[in-house]
């Protein structure tokens, strides 16, 4: 009997998670029993990729940089990468402001609904965190985001799990390997690349237990929702941005098809299970061991490209929550505050939302806080923001989720147009994790 491919255990995963949740959600106690029994395994299933993160990084960089044996090559790479990824936020940003400049789905929005939404998540205590947040980051110096990448305490990075600072260290440690000579170098070389090896067989095991974790995982976000009415009032907005999300996914197709010239069916298949774990944790560190086991085995991207462009990607790019800004921030405008909609203030948008991608966490609704600055970039009633914010509250979580998966899939299209470019493409060797098990039974 053949055997089912893993997206296809994922997708089922989701599917009967969803079901239940909302099975649970008309059940007397039934989102205690999620709650308590049920939501944990999601969190085990997050804390185990999470777990296994830096170590894929640290350990995938540094083999990736001592084999380039040339610190040009570096060079060369990181300024490929970079460029690209700013052209594709770029993309995002413009076409996500051009659909909610067409559709205007915030105008004719009834007085009240506006009320409604406002009573109901105003003061909500994730607004407010959100403002908090938002707060803080505008209160950082202008470098404070380049002083961060500069790690004083490894250990304390890795704890912490600060992606830049590993990235850092990692390419600190490569090139000292390189500068050292290759006979004193081997040793912890040969070291990273076992370290590699076992981390990836780690995420296999881990993928293992994937269909059951998003069975629990979308259960509980199923059982979040409590008030349908004001959900469905946002769907015109909700479309927006799914449209968007769409137009970029198909965007990251042409150029595999032209530029990698790869079948981009074959590309959305190889990548699923990274876009379906994307899709179900709204995290894109807690996807990138996953993106870039499918990188380097499935679509044969080299190491030492995906080792960087796949960590700085989860930090720096983030095609999705940059179209969601610019949708959301104008949405906002249309509803509260029409007269700001100048051309002027458009541009800035699009400034604003191409900086704040690059200093958004690669955590859930992250890109929130960051709107919260697009937002104040034009001058946007301070008084206003709790409301402006409230308006989207309610289909965030959603659409966090999608945007996520847009994140990873701008990953994996740039890792594989930067491998494509230096002739680190090779052909796909996938492992499975029990290619040794007969070994050791």
């Known amino acids: 009997m053949r055997k089912l491919a893993l997206h296809w255990k994922i997708?089922?995963?989701?599917?009967?998670g969803i079901?239940?949740?909302?099975?649970m959600n008309g059940v007397d106690g039934g989102k205690g029993f999620v709650t308590d029994w049920v939501s944990p395994f999601g969190t085990?299933?997050?804390?185990?990729l999470k777990l296994i993160a830096v170590p894929l990084i640290l350990a995938s960089l540094i083999k990736g940089i001592s084999d380039l044996k040339d610190i040009s090559k570096i060079k060369s790479m990181g300024l490929r990468t970079i460029a690209i990824y700013v052209g594709t936020t770029l993309v995002a940003i413009i076409i996500g402001l051009s659909i909610v400049n067409v559709v205007k789905p915030g105008t004719g929005m009834p007085e009240?609904?506006?009320?409604?939404?406002k009573l109901k998540y105003e003061n909500d205590a994730g607004v407010t965190d959100k403002l908090t947040k938002a707060a803080a980051q505008k209160d950082a110096g202008p470098?404070?985001?380049l002083v961060d990448i500069f790690p004083s305490n490894i250990f304390k990075s890795f704890a912490e799990a600060s992606m830049l600072q590993v990235i850092f260290f990692a390419l600190f440690v490569g090139i000292c390997l390189l500068l050292i000579g290759e006979k004193k170098a081997k040793p912890l070389i040969d070291f990273f690349d076992s370290l590699n090896e076992v981390v990836m067989k780690m995420v296999d095991l881990i993928m293992l237990y994937a269909p059951y974790a998003v069975f629990a995982l979308l259960a509980n976000v199923i059982i979040a929702f409590d008030d349908t009415e004001i959900l469905i009032k946002l769907?015109?907005?909700?479309?927006?941005?799914?449209?968007g999300l769409v137009l970029m996914i198909v965007f990251y197709l042409f150029l595999v098809g032209t530029f990698v010239k790869k079948s981009p069916m074959w590309f959305l298949k190889q990548i699923s299970p990274a876009q379906l774990l994307a899709f179900s944790t709204s995290s894109s560190a807690a996807t990138l061991p996953v993106t870039m086991e499918r990188v380097e085995e499935h679509l044969g991207v080299d190491k030492e490209v995906s080792g960087f462009v796949l960590p700085v990607g989860a930090t720096v790019n983030m095609d999705g929550t940059s179209l969601y800004q610019g949708i959301a921030a104008v949405f906002i405008m249309q509803v509260i505050w029409p007269e700001g909609l100048t051309f002027t203030n458009q541009m800035v948008i699009i400034l604003t939302a191409l900086l704040a991608s690059i200093g958004s966490a690669a955590v859930p609704s992250a890109g929130m806080v960051m709107l919260v600055i697009v937002l104040e970039s034009v001058g946007f009633p301070a008084e206003l923001l709790p409301i402006g914010l409230a308006l989207i509250f309610a289909v965030d979580r959603p659409l966090d989720m999608c945007r996520t998966v847009v994140n990873v899939t701008?990953?994996?299209?740039v890792s594989m147009l930067v491998a494509k470019s230096l002739g680190k493409l090779h052909t796909p060797k996938p492992k499975e994790w029990d290619d040794h098990y007969e070994e050791v039974k």
Do not use: H
Request: glycine residues 10%.
């Open 11 to 16: 997708i089922i995963g989701m599917v009967l």
């Open 19 to 23: 079901i239940f949740g909302f099975i």
């Open 44 to 48: 085990i299933f997050i804390n185990l």
């Open 112 to 117: 009240d609904t506006i009320e409604k939404i």
């Open 143 to 145: 470098l404070q985001s």
């Open 235 to 243: 769907l015109y907005y909700a479309f927006c941005v799914l449209g």
């Open 410 to 413: 701008g990953d994996a299209t």
